[in-house]
Protein backbone atom coordinates (compact mmCIF):
# COMPACT_ATOMS: atom_id res chain seq x y z
CA UNK A 1 0.00 0.00 0.00
CA UNK A 2 1.63 3.29 -0.78
CA UNK A 3 2.01 6.08 1.64
CA UNK A 4 2.53 9.85 0.98
CA UNK A 5 4.26 12.23 3.64
CA UNK A 6 4.22 15.80 2.93
CA UNK A 7 7.28 18.14 4.47
CA UNK A 8 7.96 21.52 4.47
CA UNK A 9 5.11 23.69 4.98
CA UNK A 10 5.08 26.58 7.24
CA UNK A 11 4.61 30.17 7.05
CA UNK A 12 6.31 32.76 4.69
CA UNK A 13 5.71 36.77 3.64
CA UNK A 14 3.94 37.14 0.50
CA UNK A 15 6.49 37.01 -2.41
CA UNK A 16 8.65 34.74 -0.64
CA UNK A 17 9.49 30.72 -1.38
CA UNK A 18 8.78 28.20 -0.09
CA UNK A 19 9.50 23.86 -1.48
CA UNK A 20 7.24 21.37 -0.53
CA UNK A 21 8.42 17.96 -0.78
CA UNK A 22 6.12 14.55 -0.86
CA UNK A 23 8.08 11.46 -0.29
CA UNK A 24 6.03 7.94 -1.01
CA UNK A 25 7.00 4.56 0.17
CA UNK A 26 5.21 0.56 -0.19
CA UNK A 27 4.83 0.35 -3.88
CA UNK A 28 6.01 0.87 -7.29
CA UNK A 29 4.97 4.12 -8.41
CA UNK A 30 5.96 3.74 -12.39
CA UNK A 31 2.11 3.99 -13.26
CA UNK A 32 1.45 6.36 -11.29
CA UNK A 33 0.33 10.38 -11.27
CA UNK A 34 0.93 12.72 -8.49
CA UNK A 35 -0.68 15.31 -7.81
CA UNK A 36 -0.83 18.53 -5.43
CA UNK A 37 -4.06 20.02 -3.96
CA UNK A 38 -4.71 23.11 -1.91
CA UNK A 39 -7.59 23.28 0.28
CA UNK A 40 -8.27 27.21 2.41
CA UNK A 41 -10.87 27.10 5.19
CA UNK A 42 -14.49 26.79 3.96
CA UNK A 43 -13.23 25.92 0.22
CA UNK A 44 -13.02 22.86 -1.71
CA UNK A 45 -9.60 21.16 -2.18
CA UNK A 46 -8.31 22.69 -5.20
CA UNK A 47 -5.96 21.26 -7.64
CA UNK A 48 -2.76 22.68 -8.05
CA UNK A 49 0.06 20.89 -10.17
CA UNK A 50 0.63 17.09 -11.10
CA UNK A 51 3.10 15.25 -12.52
CA UNK A 52 3.70 11.79 -14.28
CA UNK A 53 6.18 9.82 -12.15
CA UNK A 54 8.00 8.09 -15.46
CA UNK A 55 7.11 10.28 -17.95
CA UNK A 56 7.79 13.86 -16.27
CA UNK A 57 4.78 15.44 -17.77
CA UNK A 58 3.52 18.50 -15.61
CA UNK A 59 0.38 19.94 -15.20
CA UNK A 60 -0.59 23.20 -13.32
CA UNK A 61 -3.53 24.88 -12.02
CA UNK A 62 -4.59 28.14 -13.31
CA UNK A 63 -3.88 30.17 -10.25
CA UNK A 64 -0.55 29.04 -10.09
CA UNK A 65 1.44 28.94 -13.59
CA UNK A 66 4.25 30.60 -14.09
CA UNK A 67 4.39 30.99 -10.52
CA UNK A 68 4.91 26.87 -8.76
CA UNK A 69 6.72 24.52 -10.60
CA UNK A 70 6.42 20.38 -9.58
CA UNK A 71 9.57 18.26 -10.10
CA UNK A 72 9.99 14.23 -9.12
CA UNK A 73 13.19 12.53 -8.33
CA UNK A 74 12.25 8.92 -9.24
CA UNK A 75 14.94 7.48 -6.96
CA UNK A 76 14.31 9.37 -3.88
CA UNK A 77 10.15 8.53 -4.50
CA UNK A 78 10.01 12.23 -4.01
CA UNK A 79 7.74 15.10 -5.75
CA UNK A 80 8.54 18.92 -4.95
CA UNK A 81 6.69 21.64 -5.49
CA UNK A 82 8.37 24.69 -5.19
CA UNK A 83 6.42 27.74 -4.79
CA UNK A 84 7.66 31.26 -5.84
CA UNK A 85 5.83 34.77 -5.64
CA UNK A 86 3.76 33.45 -3.26
CA UNK A 87 0.31 34.82 -2.22
CA UNK A 88 -1.79 35.47 0.59
CA UNK A 89 -4.30 33.34 -1.52
CA UNK A 90 -1.99 30.07 -1.67
CA UNK A 91 -2.64 30.12 1.74
CA UNK A 92 -4.03 26.44 2.69
CA UNK A 93 -3.63 23.14 3.79
CA UNK A 94 -1.54 21.65 0.44
CA UNK A 95 -2.18 17.81 0.33
CA UNK A 96 0.02 15.14 -1.54
CA UNK A 97 -2.16 12.52 -3.82
CA UNK A 98 -1.28 9.75 -5.55
CA UNK A 99 -3.73 7.87 -8.69
CA UNK A 100 -2.95 5.29 -11.29
CA UNK A 101 -3.26 5.85 -14.52
CA UNK A 102 -2.48 9.83 -16.48
CA UNK A 103 -3.50 13.22 -15.60
CA UNK A 104 -6.12 14.22 -13.38
CA UNK A 105 -7.43 17.82 -11.82
CA UNK A 106 -9.99 15.99 -9.68
CA UNK A 107 -9.68 15.06 -6.12
CA UNK A 108 -12.07 12.41 -6.70
CA UNK A 109 -10.00 10.67 -8.83
CA UNK A 110 -7.06 10.23 -6.44
CA UNK A 111 -6.58 6.86 -4.20
CA UNK A 112 -4.37 7.87 -1.88
CA UNK A 113 -3.39 10.79 0.04
CA UNK A 114 -1.11 12.23 2.41
CA UNK A 115 -1.43 13.83 5.61
CA UNK A 116 -1.27 17.14 4.39
CA UNK A 117 1.26 19.98 5.71
CA UNK A 118 -0.20 24.29 6.11
CA UNK A 119 1.22 27.01 3.99
CA UNK A 120 0.69 30.73 5.78
CA UNK A 121 1.86 33.21 3.45
CA UNK A 122 1.03 36.18 5.16
CA UNK A 123 0.58 40.14 3.32
Same mark, same amino acid.
Given at each position: ????? %? +? $???????? $?? @?????????????????????????? %??????? &? $???????? !????? #????? &?????? #?????? @????? %?? %????? !??????????? +????????? $? @????? +????
Amino acid at each position: QVTLV %E +T $GGGSVQAG $GS @QRLSCTASGGSFGTYWMGWFRQSPGK %ERDFVAG &I $GWLSGSSH !YGDSV #KGRFI &ISRDYG #KATVYL @QMNSL %EA %EDTGV !YYCAARRGGAH +TSPDAYTTW $G @QGTQV +TVSA
